[in-house]
């Protein structure tokens, strides 16, 4: 009996407790922790009022429901973790698997009404306006956390990373160097500020950017890789194929980098390398044509004819609005005429195809997009650099001809000179000779 009398006793302060939760909160969701001690208390009330001992399983029972169950909610409320918020996470994550995404969020916001400090249920809710592509809301509930959590370094990305698509680069800019300041080694900080300084031509900033993090990712290939093409842009190509090469020696299936390599290995004149390099990226779909058209140029300056011409019929084969890039290149004008790939599309759809720096004018930049911007900088400056190397050549013929045409006028006009000269000498002679007589 008197284990009983205490078993009430104990479970009606536990109760009380728990009752205040919900009249200090207005918190419902206690209300099912208050039943279920209730049945304890309940079966034990009826116990003592029908004076028989429970078997073990009913002792058992109103222990766990009526003592333990409140004494642990009480202990982790103690240690700061709301019990409460546990339960409206977990049924609001239920609700958004069943498709129910508006009750849930109503559930999440009268909750964060009650509990303001609640940083979980401001997380969860901005997560779900990100999804539904609630930027400006998905910020506002980011902000929230912070000022919960100042050190939350990922709610701040994650603001950053918004204002960016809401296309406020000057801020999201600002926000992520103070965030690199305070955790230099946020990676993914890194790549979405190197993207907008690259996106806004800021390429010596972005270059700054990435130089950084590699003191704390020493063994990232992407950074490399990000180097290699903002150098690109700067037009420093030795810096831009020692990065390429320490990315691709991280990345052997780094496809970007080989290409990028071979070009500017073209640009170099080192054909020998450069043909290596681009035969590695003909394992690649997206590099495959132009790295065929990339193997028939060097092809014609080695001379190798038919090679070229194998090679660049394959290029347009895969791609056929290469065919209006090879025409206008000097380089193919030797093996024009072989060409032999039939191209089903008109002039004005070849015209269209050919893709060129101003056509990622207006494109929203990603990671994607600064690969093949770097990409079609250094096939245009390939050709622009052989167009170079060719007019070169051919004004140092024109010159070697010039003076060779120069030098023998000047021989004739000295041998003509040398006769005219010669016969002066003779009448000059008979007449002195005319005047002795």
């Given at each position: 009996m008197l284990e009983e009398i205490l078993f009430i006793l104990i479970a009606f302060v536990l109760f009380m407790l728990i009752f205040s939760k919900v009249i200090k909160h207005n918190d419902y969701n206690y209300i099912a922790i208050l039943v279920i001690q209730a049945i304890g208390i309940a079966i034990c009330f009826f116990?003592?009022?029908?004076?028989?001992?429970?078997?073990?399983?009913?002792?058992?029972?109103?222990?766990?429901?009526?003592?333990i169950l409140p004494?642990?909610?009480?202990?982790?409320?103690?240690?700061?973790?709301?019990?409460?918020?546990?339960?409206?996470?977990?049924?609001?994550?239920?609700?958004?698997?069943?498709?129910?995404?508006?009750?849930?969020k109503q559930l999440l916001s009268k909750f964060s009404?009650?509990?303001?400090?609640?940083?979980?249920?401001?997380?969860?809710?901005?997560?779900?306006?990100?999804?539904?592509g609630g930027r400006r809301k998905a910020i506002d509930e980011y902000v929230m956390a912070l000022d919960i959590r100042g050190n939350d370094y990922d709610s701040y990305f994650k603001i950053a990373r918004l204002l960016k698509e809401l296309d406020k680069k000057d801020e999201s800019v600002q926000m992520l160097q103070t965030l690199l300041k305070?955790?230099?080694?946020?990676?993914?900080?890194?790549?979405?500020?190197?993207?907008?300084?690259?996106?806004?031509?800021?390429?010596?900033?972005?270059?700054?950017?990435?130089?950084?993090?590699?003191?704390?990712?020493?063994?990232?290939?992407?950074?490399?890789y990000s180097l290699g093409i903002v150098f690109t842009r700067l037009n420093d190509f030795g810096q831009a194929k020692d990065m390429y090469e320490k990315a691709a020696s991280l990345n052997h299936k780094l496809f970007g980098a080989y290409y990028n390599l071979g070009q500017i290995c073209f640009?170099?004149?080192?054909?020998?390398?450069?043909?290596?390099?681009?035969?590695?990226?003909?394992?690649?779909?997206?590099?495959?044509?132009?790295?065929?058209?990339?193997?028939?140029?060097?092809?014609?300056?080695?001379?190798?004819?038919?090679?070229?011409i194998t090679f660049i019929?394959?290029?347009?084969?895969?791609?056929?609005?290469l065919l209006k890039k090879a025409s206008k290149?000097?380089?193919?004008?030797?093996?024009?005429?072989?060409?032999?790939?039939?191209?089903?599309?008109?002039?004005?759809?070849?015209?269209?195809?050919?893709?060129?720096?101003?056509?990622?004018?207006?494109?929203?930049?990603?990671?994607?997009?600064?690969?093949?911007?770097?990409?079609?900088?250094?096939?245009?400056?390939?050709?622009?650099?052989?167009?170079?190397?060719?007019?070169?050549?051919?004004?140092?013929?024109?010159?070697?001809?010039?003076?060779?045409?120069?030098k023998e006028k000047l021989k004739k006009m000295l041998e003509e000179e040398g006769n005219n000269f010669g016969q002066k000498d003779e009448y000059t002679e008979q007449k002195q000779k005319n005047d002795n007589f």
């Open positions: 116990e003592i009022r029908l004076k028989i001992h429970a078997n073990f399983f009913f002792t058992l029972l109103r222990y766990l429901i009526s003592i004494t642990v909610i009480i202990f982790l409320e103690l240690k700061g973790i709301n019990v409460s918020e546990i339960f409206v996470i977990n049924v609001a994550k239920v609700m958004i698997a069943f498709g129910k995404t508006k009750e849930a009404e009650k509990y303001k400090e609640s940083y979980k249920i401001h997380i969860l809710l901005a997560e779900i306006y990100e999804k539904e305070a955790k230099p080694d946020y990676l993914e900080a890194t790549m979405v500020l190197g993207e907008i300084l690259c996106e806004q031509e800021r390429f010596k900033e972005a270059a700054n950017v990435y130089q950084d993090a590699l003191k704390y990712h020493s063994a990232e290939y992407d950074l490399y640009i170099e004149r080192d054909f020998e390398q450069a043909e290596k390099y681009f035969e590695k990226c003909l394992y690649d779909d997206d590099l495959e044509a132009m790295s065929y058209y990339g193997l028939a140029k060097i092809y014609v300056i080695k001379g190798l004819k038919e090679k070229a019929n394959k290029a347009i084969e895969i791609d056929p609005s290149e000097k380089l193919f004008q030797t093996i024009k005429e072989y060409i032999t790939v039939s191209v089903k599309m008109d002039e004005k759809e070849q015209e269209e195809k050919v893709v060129t720096e101003e056509d990622f004018m207006d494109i929203p930049y990603t990671k994607e997009l600064g690969e093949k911007q770097a990409q079609v900088h250094l096939e245009d400056t390939t050709t622009l650099v052989n167009d170079i190397k060719e007019n070169t050549e051919k004004q140092r013929t024109e010159e070697i001809v010039t003076n060779i045409i120069n």
